[in-house]
T-cell receptor, first 116, second 114 residues
Framework: GNSVTQMEGPVTLSEEAFLTINCTYT??????LFWYVQYPGEGLQLLLK?????DKGSNKGFEATYRKETTSFHLEKGSVQVSDSAVYFC???????????????FGKGTHLIIQP | DTGVSQNPRHKITKRGQNVTFRCDPI?????LYWYRQTLGQGPEFLTY????????KSRLLSDRFSAERPKGSFSTLEIQRTEQGDSAMYLC????????????FGPGTRLTVL
């Protein structure tokens, strides 16, 4: 079956530090990959996505590259801000398996804390 | 664009009672999904609809869970004979069938079973 594994949190960084949150996946088909973010007290929001190998998704200074050879989709940002403090979820949508299920498979989430 | 809405936002019930949650998707979206999220975990997919057809329901957690989307617009999720283990956040999402899987989530309904 499909699965997503992301690094355990919480991850605590100082403002302006470089961020990497690792995400690896297992899928039987040709997945699309996503990063969702959940800010305190708010719902899940799509941060970025990539639909095929070697695609790079980017938004708000965050980026992630779909690496089929390493089955990874690591999230990076060059300089984090206090306002980036949130829970980040890696997810996949598996297409082409013929199984019919079209729901997203999520990782457990990584809580990011940015200190001023 | 008003986004995905869910009602109620919070529900407290006693064990054994039935509960029903409502989801209103983004108006032009023909796909609608239900997920459950427990503390410290990512959302877990339960079921989805394309228009009024329920295309996947094998992931529903037990036969106490059911969902409907009678006119292809809003959807309801019902849990019968609630148990304490049903306490969780229930999320709804919607998307366009022609999209690359991008789903837009509502704020969720938090269920507490006493």
């Amino acid at each position: 079956g499909n699965s997503v594994t992301q690094m355990e949190g919480p991850v605590t960084l100082s403002e302006e530090a470089f961020l990497t949150i690792n995400c690896t996946y297992t899928a039987t088909g040709y997945p699309s990959l996503f990063w969702y973010v959940q800010y305190p007290g708010e719902g899940l929001q799509l941060l970025l996505k990539a639909t095929k190998a070697d695609d790079k998704g980017s938004n708000k200074g965050f980026e992630a590259t779909y690496r089929k050879e390493t089955t990874s989709f690591h999230l990076e940002k060059g300089s984090v801000q206090v306002s980036d403090s949130a829970v980040y979820f890696c997810a996949l949508s598996d297409r082409g398996t013929g199984g019919g299920a079209d729901g997203l498979t999520f990782g457990k989430g990584t809580h990011l804390i940015i200190q001023p | 664009d008003t986004g995905v809405s869910q009602n109620p936002r919070h529900k407290i019930t006693k064990r054994g009672q039935n509960v029903t949650f409502r989801c209103d998707p983004i108006s032009e979206h023909n796909r609608l999904y239900w997920y459950r999220q427990t503390l410290g975990q990512g959302p877990e997919f339960l079921t989805y609809f394309q228009n009024e057809a329920q295309l996947e329901k094998s992931r529903l957690l037990s036969d106490r869970f059911s969902a409907e989307r009678p006119k292809g617009s809003f959807s309801t999720l019902e849990i019968q004979r609630t148990e304490q283990g049903d306490s969780a956040m229930y999320l709804c999402a919607s998307s366009l069938a022609a999209s690359s899987g991008t789903q837009y989530f509502g704020p969720g309904t938090r269920l507490t079973v006493l």
